[in-house]
């Protein structure tokens, strides 16, 4: 399985679409190679199921490589990651709960800190956008990156030094408090009593809005519990190097929601690709020997808003989609199967068929055919090596569509010294929210292979019809796919 990784000591993990490929697993199976493992970048707002057995872990900030519960394996939140200590201490308690000791866990002191503040703003812009909405997770991370450029952020390290710590904060919110007072109070008073901020603990009054003191006291008992963990990884990581050690780098969220390479403004805050994780974890490109962009096929999915050009049932999806949730779908749409020629219910029988609802938020993730405009854009940032995941939701399928490029149907737009004019034709997607919205998929169909991939484990027994579309992939994208996922477990794994 890791042959092609012969020699090689940092391997990168990414995913090459808008998250939720199932990473997860690949990470936890590369654990078997590595003997460190590095989370670079993002914040609880990802959410990685990982499948061990008959155990299903959810997890948000904690690497997954933990469930390998190895005692010679180290597990490293790194430098670019958004922390917000309550989350990792809660997750840490039910993972514990759950008979994994989740030892040699690490902290870089750099991490940069989620406050109170980071989930209020989050929240209020949403709730203020109106149809500018992001559809963010609500848990801090845009404001948290905001706060860093802006000088104003507080690190893991500060947690150890209470009265820095307080000091920092007390800076941060005078800085801030002039704008959050120009909220309706009213709504400022419902987020700040959501459960996710404590249920109201940290809220004082219209005037203040916060209560300092409510919040240095907790975040004091954050930092004694963490203590023990926190340390310079930077340091660590490179010297596991130096030292002949392998590293695994462990992506978070997705190419196309990177805010240096996604669908801009509709992404998150930090720099998903291979270039943002390496930098998060300490390190730079150069460091970096081989990288695998795990990629959905022969679907795709997006959670929240933005453009999404192979959406099933186009704007209905994306409105629906806003709002539902598992339950609702099972009772508005009990029949919904993988044989409907209406796109819109294909969508919601994938959907249901694959549990494609948010680990992090719940939400129903908008489903699509697979893209290869954006695997274009995708490959050129992250590279050649691909893992095809969930091959087996479209089991039952008797068509399976690919969109292999576009039609650009908006008004002529400058891009440098070119110019897209309506009707071009587009074979490599460009990540602008304003041009990608006006994109419309030229597919080309190829029938299903409509059998069960579950069980197949080599690739001689994987039907014909399926791997003609692999090669489809491998084509039209200039890709080397190396792995095809036909299950969630590890052994569902099948290396080409
Ligand atoms: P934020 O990261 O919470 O600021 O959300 C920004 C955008 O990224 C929203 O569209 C989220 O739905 C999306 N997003 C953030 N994390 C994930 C993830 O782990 N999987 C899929 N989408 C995500």
Redesign the pocket.
């Known amino acids: 399985m890791f042959d092609w990784l012969n020699r090689k000591r940092v391997v990168g993990i990414v995913d090459n679409q808008?998250?939720?490929t199932g990473k997860g697993k690949f990470v936890n199976l590369f654990t078997n190679w590595a003997d460190v493992t590095v989370r670079g970048t993002?914040g609880a707002?990802?959410?990685h199921t990982v499948c061990v057995g008959d155990e299903k872990y959810f997890l948000h900030l904690v690497p997954s490589g933990v469930t390998h519960d190895d005692h010679q394996k180290e597990h490293i939140i790194g430098r670019g990651v958004a922390l917000d200590p309550k989350c990792l201490l809660d997750e840490l308690e039910v993972l514990r709960a759950g008979g994994l000791a989740c030892n040699n866990l690490l902290v870089s002191t750099h991490a940069k800190l989620v406050m109170p503040y980071h989930l209020l703003e989050?929240r209020l812009r949403e709730c203020l956008a109106g149809g500018k909405k992001?559809?963010?997770?609500?848990?801090g991370?845009?404001p948290v990156y905001q706060d860093h450029v802006a000088r104003l952020g507080l690190t893991v390290n500060d947690l150890l030094n209470v009265d820095l710590f307080a000091q920092k904060m007390m800076c941060a919110l005078m800085a801030k408090l002039p704008a959050l007072r120009s909220f309706d109070p009213d709504v400022v008073r419902e987020i700040m009593c959501h459960s996710a901020l404590g249920g109201g603990k940290y809220y004082e009054s219209e005037h203040a809005i916060f209560n300092p003191e409510a919040i240095i006291a907790d975040y004091r008992l954050y930092g004694e519990r963490l203590d023990s963990m926190v340390c310079d990884t930077d340091e660590i990581v490179q010297n596991a190097i130096q030292n002949g050690k392998r590293v695994l780098l462990e992506g978070?969220?997705?190419l196309l929601?990177s805010v240096d390479y996604g669908t801009y403004p509709?992404?998150?805050?930090s720099d998903c690709s291979i270039h943002g994780l390496a930098v998060g974890a300490g390190l730079t490109m150069r460091d970096v020997d081989e990288v695998l962009g795990v990629t959905k096929a022969f679907h795709m999915s997006r959670?929240?808003?933005?453009p999404f050009p192979t959406e099933m049932g186009g704007e209905q999806s994306r409105a629906w989609c806003a709002t539902a949730t598992r339950q609702s779908e099972a009772i508005t749409f009990p029949d919904a199967n993988l044989q409907s020629d209406n796109s819109f219910l294909l969508g919601v029988a994938i959907r249901k068929h694959a549990g494609e609802y948010g680990t992090?938020t719940g939400r129903a993730r908008r489903i699509g055919w697979l893209d290869l405009p954006l695997l274009r854009h995708a490959i050129r940032v992250n590279g050649p090596n691909l893992a095809l995941t969930m091959l087996d939701v479209l089991d039952e399928c008797p068509t399976i569509r690919i969109c292999t490029a576009y039609t650009y149907e908006g008004p002529p737009v400058r891009l440098g010294s070119k110019m897209i004019k309506t009707g071009e034709c587009l074979g490599v997607a460009i990540p602008d929210s304003h041009i990608l919205q006006h994109c419309v998929p030229i597919y080309e169909e190829f029938p299903g292979w409509e059998c069960p991939l579950t069980d197949v484990r080599s690739a001689e027994d994987l039907p014909e019809k399926l791997m003609e579309l692999v090669d489809v992939v491998e084509e039209g994208a200039s890709a080397k796919v190396r792995f095809l996922s036909v299950g969630p477990d590890r052994d569902q794994t099948i290396a080409l």
């Open positions: 808008f998250g939720d993002g707002n990802a959410g989050d992001i559809g963010t997770t609500g848990r991370i845009g978070a969220q997705g929601l509709y992404v998150t805050s959670v929240g808003e933005g992090t």
